[in-house]
C-alpha cells in the first residue's frame, strides 16, 4: 500500500507543490522583516489570491486582474497564430526532408542553429526583418514552434518499419497511397511529441519578447511592475498565470493527443 501511495503521480504532484508553498512563505515572512532599497516586496500567497479578488483600480479605470486578463488577449492571441504557423510549417518540412535528402542535409543544419539561438538575441533580429513589432512577435512563436514540430515528426517519420514500406511496394501503390495510408499516420504520435513540447515555449516567447518592446502584452506589463509603474500584485498575478496558461497548453496537447492518438500512450507504456 505504501509503494502505490509513492508511485502515485498525483500525490508526488501534491508534495512538490505543498513543498514549494512552504518554501515561498518562508521566504516572504524573510522579505518581510527585512527593509530593501529600492523596495523589492515577495507577497504572501494569500494576498495575492487576494489581489485577485481586489476591486482596488492599479491603473485609471482597470483592477490588477483586468490588466492582467487585457493584455493576457494581446500576448496568448499572437502565441496561438505563431504556434499555429510554425507547426504547419514543421510538419510540412519533415515531409520534405523525409521525402528528399538533400532538403534534409540542407535545412537540418539551420534547424540545429535556430534552437541554439537565445531568444532575447533573436528578437531584434527578427524585428529588424519584419520591421513589425506584432509580426516579430508572432515570427518567435513559430520559430520557436518549428524546431520540435519538425525534428520529432522527422524521428517518427524515420521510425517507420521497413517491412510496412515493402509491403505497400509490393502491393504498387502509388506515392500519395504511402503518405495517406502509412506516412501521415505513423507521423500524428511524434507530432504530437513535438506539439507538446512548443506549446509552452511559443507562450514564454511571446511573453519574453512582449518584455523588450512596447505596445501592450504580459511581458510588456510585467516590465511596468517590475519598476514600480503599477502594483506589484500585476507581477505576480502575470507570473502565476503564465505558468497556468503553460502547463494548460501541455495539458491540451496531451488531451489531444488521446483522442487523435487513442492507442499511443498505452504503446508507451508496454
Do not use: D
Given at each position: 500500500?505504501?509503494?502505490?501511495?509513492?508511485?502515485?503521480?498525483?500525490?508526488?504532484?501534491?508534495?512538490?507543490?505543498?513543498?514549494?508553498?512552504?518554501?515561498?512563505?518562508?521566504?516572504?515572512?524573510?522579505?518581510?522583516?527585512?527593509?530593501?532599497?529600492?523596495?523589492?516586496?515577495?507577497?504572501?500567497?494569500?494576498?495575492?489570491?487576494?489581489?485577485?479578488?481586489?476591486?482596488?483600480?492599479?491603473?485609471?479605470?482597470?483592477?490588477?486582474?483586468?490588466?492582467?486578463?487585457?493584455?493576457?488577449?494581446?500576448?496568448?492571441?499572437?502565441?496561438?497564430?505563431?504556434?499555429?504557423?510554425?507547426?504547419?510549417?514543421?510538419?510540412?518540412?519533415?515531409?520534405?526532408?523525409?521525402?528528399?535528402?538533400?532538403?534534409?542535409?540542407?535545412?537540418?543544419?539551420y534547424l540545429m542553429l535556430i534552437q541554439l539561438v537565445p531568444i532575447l538575441g533573436m528578437a531584434p533580429v527578427v524585428l529588424a526583418v519584419t520591421q513589425d513589432i506584432n509580426k516579430s512577435r508572432v515570427a518567435i512563436a513559430a520559430i520557436l514552434t518549428f524546431y520540435?514540430?519538425?525534428?520529432?515528426?522527422?524521428?517518427?517519420?524515420?521510425?517507420?518499419?521497413?517491412?510496412?514500406?515493402?509491403?505497400?511496394?509490393?502491393?504498387?501503390?502509388?506515392?500519395?497511397?504511402?503518405?495517406?495510408?502509412?506516412?501521415?499516420?505513423?507521423?500524428?504520435?511524434?507530432?504530437?511529441?513535438?506539439?507538446?513540447?512548443?506549446?509552452?515555449?511559443?507562450?514564454?516567447?511571446?511573453?519574453?519578447?512582449d518584455t523588450l518592446q512596447g505596445g501592450g502584452g504580459l511581458g510588456c506589463m510585467l516590465s511596468q511592475s517590475l519598476k514600480h509603474a503599477m502594483s506589484v500584485f500585476v507581477f505576480w498575478q502575470i507570473v502565476f498565470f503564465s505558468a497556468f496558461v503553460g502547463i494548460?497548453?501541455?495539458?491540451?496537447?496531451?488531451?489531444?493527443?488521446?483522442?487523435?492518438?487513442?492507442?499511443?500512450?498505452?504503446?508507451?507504456?508496454?
Open positions: 500500500m505504501t509503494k502505490k501511495i509513492l508511485k502515485s503521480q498525483k500525490l508526488v504532484t501534491l508534495a512538490w507543490v505543498l513543498g514549494l508553498a512552504l518554501l515561498w512563505e518562508a521566504g516572504a515572512f524573510i522579505v518581510a522583516g527585512t527593509k530593501r532599497t529600492p523596495e523589492n516586496v515577495l507577497p504572501h500567497l494569500w494576498q495575492i489570491g487576494q489581489s485577485v479578488l481586489s476591486a482596488k483600480k492599479v491603473t485609471a479605470n482597470q483592477t490588477a486582474l483586468q490588466v492582467v486578463l487585457s493584455n493576457a488577449k494581446i500576448t496568448l492571441g499572437r502565441a496561438l497564430v505563431g504556434f499555429a504557423i510554425g507547426a504547419a510549417f514543421g510538419y510540412i518540412l519533415a515531409m520534405l526532408m523525409r521525402r528528399f535528402s538533400a532538403i534534409e542535409k540542407t535545412a537540418f543544419p520540435p514540430v519538425a525534428v520529432n515528426t522527422l524521428a517518427g517519420l524515420k521510425a517507420v518499419e521497413r517491412e510496412k514500406l515493402e509491403l505497400l511496394f509490393s502491393y504498387a501503390a502509388r506515392s500519395w497511397e504511402f503518405y495517406q495510408k502509412l506516412m501521415i499516420p505513423a507521423s500524428v504520435p511524434a507530432l504530437f511529441t513535438g506539439l507538446k513540447i512548443a506549446a509552452p515555449m511559443a507562450v514564454t516567447a511571446s511573453i519574453l519578447v494548460m497548453s501541455y495539458c491540451l496537447m496531451v488531451l489531444l493527443e488521446k483522442i487523435f492518438v487513442p492507442g499511443a500512450r498505452a504503446a508507451k507504456n508496454r
